[in-house]
């Protein structure tokens, strides 16, 4: 695989998801780090986004709820480049009617080589980091040789 540089553009683009038992936890979590996440562009899926405008009146790109497409939204922002890093909190003990579209989406994720956190524990640690606000060049995967290969009709 070759990869390419790019440079990861201040303010960042930030999408922030929670499914329904861990929406708490992202108010929570956006709380405890507004001062450094308004300085940035948040995106949020339907309802999650609605509760971070809401509760802690805070300025979010809203998408679809996530069973309604919001994460194929996602997704699409992310295949765009358009979505920096992801801070999803997914609840693996509730089965989602909308399972098929969140492997996909966080396969994205690792597909375009955007930093992800499923947890807390992990979001502490990505806007804890020096490289959180300040520069860095993400290694973005080259797939041009993979959409420019001959296809046998």
Request: proline share 7%; aromatic share 8%; charged share 25%.
């Amino acid at each position: 695989m070759k990869y390419m540089k790019s440079k990861m553009p201040v303010p960042r683009r930030i999408a922030l998801v929670a499914h329904d038992h861990r929406k708490g936890d992202m108010i929570d979590w956006v709380k405890n780090h507004m001062k450094k996440l308004t300085r940035h562009t948040l995106y949020a899926t339907g309802t999650t986004g609605k509760l971070l405008e809401e509760d802690l009146h805070v300025k979010i790109i809203r998408l679809k709820s996530g069973p309604l497409g919001g994460d194929q939204q996602l997704g699409a922002l992310i295949t765009e480049q358009e979505i920096d890093m992801m801070i999803f909190f997914w609840d693996p003990l509730e089965p989602q009617p909308h399972d098929p579209d969140v492997k996909a989406l966080l396969r994205l994720a690792v597909v375009w080589n955007i930093p992800c956190a499923s947890n807390q524990s992990t979001a502490d640690f990505l806007i804890s980091s020096p490289l959180f606000e300040g520069e860095y060049n993400r290694w973005v995967p080259d797939y041009s040789a993979y959409m420019n290969r001959s296809v046998d009709h």
